[in-house]
């Protein structure tokens, strides 16, 4: 019972994942083209040998059902009939345990070619197999084995279904079939998500190897990024991309685009000369009390400088942060802030500065947990501007990167 209830508690925060992933998804699009459709991202499966059946060599998606070893091997199920159910590999039993992952892939993954090979492979059909030589491609075409790949969309399942990232080495299965990334084993203490029955054993040797096979775009791809991965690298590189859109700060604004295209389109659309800084120069700012957000910009439309104000119990916290990829090279900058009172004087200033200034693709409203400058009530200013003098400059890393 208490398994139950913990497995229906678990595929809900599952769905609720998967649910923010598509979310995710769709604001990227929205600000492209409005809220347009969501593109539909897939892999290139390049090694598609890992769709036959290791010991007859047969297309595993015409002879499910397929089984596996505990040592992870697998066969088709006239293999393990031929083999008298031992595994040829390590000699360990197969037939009784399904290989439920591999039987979803290879219902998932569209192969080109697939019915001209189909054609092939039935004439070819008759012939032993015992000794484990391919008879493919014997007749004379010689195209089969080099140049094939398969496509999946379904990218799904190449993540674990308990914590939805994607699936790495080792993939352990419980006896029913269900998979798990090791991590999840041991915070499932070794029990399946789905039925309860051990899992960490017994890995699943061929899904290892069809991760590791399947290669995908950079989710910027559609912005311009020719970079392609082994599935779930794709988005460690993502949060580095230059290719990541960035959103214009200003308000009602619903512009999108690459960092040099925003940039340009802010400084001829909204850019206010006062509200310009040249790197390494203090900038005095009178910053309205009726804005939030307050916008500078590097001159010849460089990078775009956010800073923030939030009304929080405390005071306000004020935050500065650069509108920019995560990439190398783009608005990596230190900034010193400092904030005064009108009546004036070094008692009445405060300070903040910070060695490397965040970058953000977007503004966001939601109150920070750090990286924060704290001006408590009592230091506010009545007036109905704010006297700000903020100097950033590069990072200094850069310059001597320079010289
Ligand atoms: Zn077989
Ligand atoms: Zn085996
Ligand atoms: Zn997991
Ligand atoms: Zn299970
Ligand atoms: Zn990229
Ligand atoms: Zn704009």
Same mark, same amino acid.
């Given at each position: 019972?208490?398994?139950?209830?913990?497995?229906?508690?678990?595929?809900?925060?599952?769905?609720?994942?998967?649910?923010?992933?598509?979310?995710?998804?769709?604001?990227?699009?929205?600000?492209?083209?409005?809220?347009?459709?969501?593109?539909?991202?897939?892999?290139?499966?390049?090694?598609?040998?890992?769709?036959?059946?290791?010991?007859?060599?047969? $297309?595993?998606?015409?002879?499910? !059902? %397929? *089984?596996?070893?505990?040592? #992870? @091997?697998?066969? /088709? &199920? =006239?293999? +393990?009939?031929?083999?008298?159910?031992?595994?040829?590999?390590?000699?360990?039993?197969?037939?009784?345990?399904?290989?439920?992952?591999?039987?979803?892939?290879?219902?998932?993954?569209?192969?080109?070619?697939?019915?001209?090979?189909?054609?092939?492979?039935?004439?070819?059909?008759?012939?032993?197999?015992?000794?484990?030589?391919?008879?493919?491609?014997?007749?004379?075409?010689?195209?089969?084995?080099?140049?094939?790949?398969g496509t999946l969309f379904d990218l799904n399942?190449?993540?674990?279904?308990?914590? $939805?990232?994607?699936?790495?080495? !080792? %993939? *352990?299965?419980?006896?029913? #079939? @269900?998979?798990? /990334? &090791? =991590?999840? +084993?041991?915070?499932?203490?070794?029990?399946?998500?789905?039925?309860?029955?051990?899992?960490?054993?017994?890995?699943?040797?061929?899904?290892?190897?069809?991760?590791?096979?399947?290669?995908?775009?950079?989710?910027?791809?559609?912005?311009?990024?020719?970079?392609?991965?082994?599935?779930?690298?794709?988005?460690?590189?993502?949060?580095?991309?230059?290719?990541?859109?960035?959103?214009?700060?200003?308000?009602?604004?619903?512009?999108?685009?690459?960092?040099?295209?925003?940039?340009?389109?802010?400084?001829?659309?909204?850019?206010?000369?006062?509200?310009? *800084?040249?790197?390494?120069?203090?900038?005095?700012?009178?910053?309205?009390?009726?804005?939030?957000?307050?916008?500078?910009?590097?001159?010849?439309?460089?990078?775009l400088v956010v800073l923030q104000r939030f009304?929080?119990?405390?005071?306000?916290?004020?935050?500065?942060?650069?509108?920019?990829?995560?990439?190398?090279?783009?608005?990596?900058?230190?900034?010193?802030?400092?904030?005064?009172?009108?009546?004036?004087?070094?008692?009445?200033?405060?300070?903040?500065?910070?060695?490397?200034?965040?970058?953000?693709?977007?503004?966001?409203?939601?109150?920070?947990?750090?990286?924060?400058?704290l001006i408590p009530h009592y230091f506010q200013?009545?007036?109905?501007?704010?006297?700000?003098?903020?100097?950033?400059?590069?990072?200094?890393?850069?310059?001597?990167?320079?010289?």
């Amino acid at each position: 019972m208490a398994g139950e209830a913990s497995s229906s508690r678990q595929k809900r925060q599952r769905l609720k994942r998967q649910r923010l992933k598509r979310q995710r998804l769709v604001e990227e699009e929205e600000g492209e083209n409005g809220g347009g459709d969501v593109v539909a991202r897939s892999g290139t499966l390049l090694n598609l040998d890992l769709l036959d059946c290791p010991v007859c060599f047969d $297309s595993l998606k015409k002879t499910k !059902p %397929i *089984f596996r070893c505990d040592s #992870g @091997h697998v066969a /088709c &199920s =006239s293999c +393990c009939t031929k083999m008298m159910n031992i595994c040829p590999s390590c000699r360990h039993p197969i037939g009784e345990f399904r290989c439920s992952i591999m039987e979803k892939l290879v219902e998932a993954i569209v192969v080109q070619r697939e019915e001209e090979e189909d054609k092939e492979e039935e004439e070819e059909e008759e012939g032993e197999n015992g000794g484990g030589t391919r008879t493919k491609n014997v007749d004379g075409d010689v195209v089969i084995s080099e140049a094939r790949s398969g496509t999946l969309f379904d990218l799904n399942l190449l993540d674990c279904p308990v914590c $939805s990232n994607a699936l790495t080495s !080792p %993939i *352990f299965q419980c006896d029913n #079939g @269900h998979i798990a /990334c &090791s =991590s999840c +084993c041991i915070k499932l203490r070794y029990r399946c998500h789905s039925c309860n029955f051990p899992i960490g054993n017994y890995r699943c040797r061929r899904m290892e190897k069809v991760v590791k096979a399947v290669i995908v775009s950079c989710p910027n791809a559609k912005h311009g990024c020719t970079e392609t991965f082994s599935y779930g690298k794709e988005l460690v590189h993502e949060k580095n991309c230059s290719f990541y859109l960035c959103y214009c700060p200003a308000p009602n604004c619903n512009y999108s685009g690459l960092y040099k295209d925003l940039y340009i389109h802010y400084k001829s659309n909204h850019m206010d000369i006062e509200n310009q *800084f040249v790197c390494g120069r203090p900038l005095c700012t009178m910053w309205p009390i009726s804005e939030k957000v307050f916008v500078l910009q590097e001159s010849a439309a460089g990078p775009l400088v956010v800073l923030q104000r939030f009304n929080e119990p405390g005071g306000w916290y004020v935050t500065v942060n650069c509108i920019a990829p995560c990439a190398p090279g783009v608005g990596e900058f230190s900034f010193d802030l400092s904030y005064s009172m009108p009546a004036g004087g070094d008692k009445h200033t405060m300070t903040f500065q910070s060695s490397e200034m965040n970058r953000i693709h977007k503004v966001s409203f939601q109150s920070p947990e750090e990286d924060f400058m704290l001006i408590p009530h009592y230091f506010q200013d009545p007036r109905n501007s704010l006297k700000m003098t903020i100097c950033i400059d590069h990072l200094q890393e850069d310059e001597d990167l320079e010289e």
